[in-house]
């Protein structure tokens, strides 16, 4: 069973860092793309970062040069890298896979970032 479980969220003041982890069991995640999702109040689930199984990165627009998406192989984990954050990128963050042939969808449980003064 896959189980996904999200830390390090908390409150910063803008500009601010974090970085958040995602600890995974049931699944190796080198061997699947792995993402990033957050969701602000009131508003739809997002992409925010992709870690493909080889490697490769992508990032949703208003993160790039900000956010910088990792894993430790060993420790079955991935990372999101938070830099200079803003206001907007108050959310709730989710680890986030889907796992072939049937593409079932897998989310940890989220944890919040709140960046405010």
């Known amino acids: 069973q896959v189980q996904l479980v999200e830390s390090g969220g908390d409150l910063v003041q803008p500009g601010g860092s974090l970085r958040l982890s995602c600890a995974g069991s049931?699944?190796?995640?080198?061997?699947?793309?792995m993402d990033w999702y957050r969701q602000a109040p009131g508003n739809q689930r997002e992409w925010v970062a992709t870690m493909t199984s080889g490697g490769s990165t992508n990032y949703l627009d208003s993160v790039k040069g900000r956010f910088t998406i990792s894993r430790d192989t060993a420790k079955n984990t991935m990372f999101l890298e938070m830099n200079s954050l803003k206001p907007e990128d108050t959310a709730v963050y989710y680890c986030h896979t889907a796992i072939p042939p049937s593409w079932t969808n897998h989310w940890g449980q989220g944890t919040q970032v709140t960046v405010s003064s």
């Open positions: 049931g699944i190796i995640f080198s061997f699947y793309d």
